[in-house]
Each structure stands twice: as C-alpha cells, then as structure tokens.
C-alpha cells in the first residue's frame, strides 16, 4: 500500500521475525523497516531508530512529533495494526459472552490502559457482530491491495 501511495519501489525483505530486521535496520545493513509501534517504540526511544511515519488514521500518544502516513502525503497507506480474539464457531453462547465481558473488563482496566499507552497501544472492544465485520472488511481490503499488486506465494 505505501509503495502505491507513494508511487515508488519498494523491495520485501523476508526476516524470521522482527529482531533481526531491527538488528539489521539499527546497524544500517537496510535503510527502512516497517513495525509495529510497540516492537519498535524502545528502540526509537532509545535513538537507535528514526520513525519517519506512523499508519494509523492520527497520530499516535506515544510518538506525538511522528506525523501519520495522511500528513506525510500518503493517505492511501492508512493501515491499523490489531489484535483479537477469536474462539472456535461452536463455541456454547454462554461461554464466548462471559469471554467477551472478562476482556473487555481487562482492556478497560485504567492499569492496563496505562500500560498500553506507554508502548503506544489503544485497546478497543468490539462486539462479536462489529468484531467479524471489521475482519470481513480488512480480509477484502488486503484481497485488493494483493491482486493489484500481483503479490504470490512463495
């Protein structure tokens, strides 16, 4: 989606995993990652990474001089990164709503909230019905940015 917006070439580097495409970012054997905030957030603290963008629709509470893709021209490359939870479809009424309440007393916990914010992560509870929507929206808006991409499986 950046390469898109921004009109330019921008080559997948495979890592097994973020530390070592962070290690090789820090040490300059790349010139630019793309991470999420919290995995990155101590080491663009710590001076060892620069961030130049955030993807997210405003800017984040923790990197607040870190303008948004939208501010720095390229709207298009908005993306949210999000974490669920999800059970099996059979999963008895009863229980996936006392799942539902004990999360959502969690994420709504002022503590955790804090912590959270600290390494630059809104919680957010969405029902079950908004929850599978939102998935349904992002599984076909990344269907799109693939096929236009001519992005294949290695």
Same mark, same amino acid.
């Given at each position: /989606?950046?390469?898109?917006?921004?009109?330019?070439?921008?080559?997948? %580097?495979?890592?097994?995993?973020?530390?070592?495409?962070?290690?090789?970012?820090?040490?300059?054997? &790349?010139?630019?990652? /793309?991470?999420?905030? +919290? &995995?990155?957030?101590?080491?663009?603290?710590? *001076?060892?990474?620069?961030?130049?963008?955030?993807?997210?629709?405003?800017?984040?509470?923790?990197? +607040?001089? !870190?303008? @948004?893709?939208?501010?720095? *021209?390229?709207?298009?490359?908005?993306?949210? @990164?999000?974490?669920?939870?999800?059970?099996?479809?059979?999963?008895?009424? +009863?229980?996936?709503?006392?799942?539902?309440?004990?999360?959502? /007393?969690?994420?709504t916990a002022p503590r955790l909230r804090?912590?959270?914010?600290? &390494? *630059? !992560? %809104?919680?957010?509870?969405?029902?079950?019905a908004d929850y599978t929507a939102m998935?349904?929206?992002?599984?076909?808006?990344?269907? !799109? !940015?693939i096929a236009s991409a001519g992005i294949? +499986?290695?």
């Amino acid at each position: /989606m950046l390469a898109r917006a921004a009109g330019i070439e921008l080559t997948h %580097v495979p890592y097994r995993g973020s530390a070592p495409a962070l290690a090789d970012a820090m040490g300059g054997q &790349i010139p630019a990652i /793309m991470e999420s905030l +919290p &995995i990155a957030l101590p080491h663009i603290r710590a *001076g060892r990474l620069r961030a130049l963008a955030t993807s997210e629709a405003a800017r984040d509470a923790a990197t +607040p001089e !870190v303008p @948004n893709f939208a501010e720095a *021209g390229f709207a298009a490359a908005q993306s949210t @990164n999000w974490f669920g939870f999800s059970a099996a479809a059979g999963i008895p009424a +009863p229980i996936a709503e006392r799942w539902r309440l004990e999360i959502t /007393m969690a994420l709504t916990a002022p503590r955790l909230r804090e912590r959270f914010a600290a &390494i *630059g !992560v %809104v919680p957010g509870t969405l029902g079950p019905a908004d929850y599978t929507a939102m998935i349904r929206g992002e599984l076909e808006r990344w269907r !799109v !940015v693939i096929a236009s991409a001519g992005i294949k +499986p290695d």
